[in-house]
């Protein structure tokens, strides 16, 4: 087995896919590392895959992952993990935005004895106004439910084997990454990073898709919006029997329409209980 498993998720990323493992096999080779680099084409409608597969045919490092249709950036790297045979296995954007000049002090950390080394931004690039807005608030929800600030992490990271064997065990079917290797709580070390513009093409990313992605993992990973429906049960419940007092007042004095008191109190009081259910 390798010592160092990379995986690179690919969604049309055709025009980078040469460049990125030229630019990781090049540092991994300084390391003097034994190595393999996963890449998982989650789906590409454009040449991505044939490209995986034209590099691996070049050098027999590369293990072309090839998924069925898009499952999402989440998926692919579960994939890649669970193709990872390496010591340690490290998590990249194939767009170049996260710089591989940064593995080898990565490496050290990990050399070092840190289980999690994880990369986070020093600069989070050109965000709009609305957009680092709406971040700031997805990352401050997120990072309540593992008791750790996640604003400026990010999916590039070394992870040990161990963390790994764990992450791919657990069985969650919507991951959100960043919070699962956060929350199994192993030794972490962080390294900044600067991120850079895209070596070629355009994101996948819309406005859409980030709202679809954090919305699901705001209800996924997060029990939050569990306790908020409980606790809306609850204080139902409690209005109902404010209410019930208030009617039985009006009933007692007369004012009471005819059999408005039973299904305004029946429909309050079973409200409360669903909500509570």
């Known amino acids: 087995m390798p010592e160092l498993s990379v995986i690179l998720p690919m969604y049309n990323e055709e025009a980078v896919v040469d460049m990125v493992i030229e630019a990781v ?3 991994l080779t300084a390391l003097e590392r034994s ?7 989650d789906g590409s409608r ?3 895959a044939t490209a995986i597969d ?28 669970e193709a990872a045979g390496g010591r340690g296995v490290l998590l990249m954007d194939a767009d170049l935005q996260h710089p591989p000049d940064l593995i080898p002090r990565m490496v050290a950390e990990w050399d070092a004895g840190f289980d999690v080394v994880d990369a986070v931004k020093a600069d989070r690039g050109s965000e ?38 764990v992450i791919v ?13 956060a929350w199994v709580g192993f030794r972490v070390a962080k ?52 209410l019930a007092l208030q009617t039985l007042i009006n009933w007692l004095a007369g004012n009471a ?3 408005f008191t039973t299904v305004i109190l029946t429909v309050g009081f079973l409200g409360g209980l669903i909500l509570i259910s």
């Not at 190595?35 to 084409?41: G, H, Q, T």
């Not at 957009?131 to 992870?159: C, I, P, Q, W």
Request: glycine content about 10%; charged content about 20%; some cysteine.
């Open 191 to 242: 390294v900044p990073f600067m991120v850079q513009r895209r070596a070629a093409g355009t994101t996948s990313w819309g406005t859409w898709g980030l709202m679809q992605y954090s919305l699901r993992n705001l209800v996924a990973f997060s029990s939050a919006p569990l306790r908020f429906v409980a606790v809306l049960g609850f204080i139902t419940v409690g209005l109902d029997v404010l």
């Open 54 to 81: 034209a590099a691996a045919q070049r050098d027999d490092r590369v293990v072309p992952v090839i998924l069925s249709r898009n499952f999402g950036k989440e998926a692919a790297m579960s994939a890649g993990l």
């Open 169 to 181: 065990a657990m069985p969650e079917r919507t991951r959100f990454f960043r919070g699962l290797v």
């Open 128 to 165: 709009g106004p609305v957009y680092a807005l709406a971040a700031g608030v997805f990352y401050a929800l997120m990072g309540t439910s593992v008791g750790e600030h996640l604003r400026n992490s990010s999916d590039f990271k070394l992870l040990d084997r161990q963390v790994v064997d």
């Open 257 to 259: 329409v005819d059999g």
């Open 25 to 27: 096999v090049e540092q």
């Open 46 to 48: 454009d040449g991505t």
């Open 35 to 41: 190595f393999e680099i996963i890449c998982v084409d």
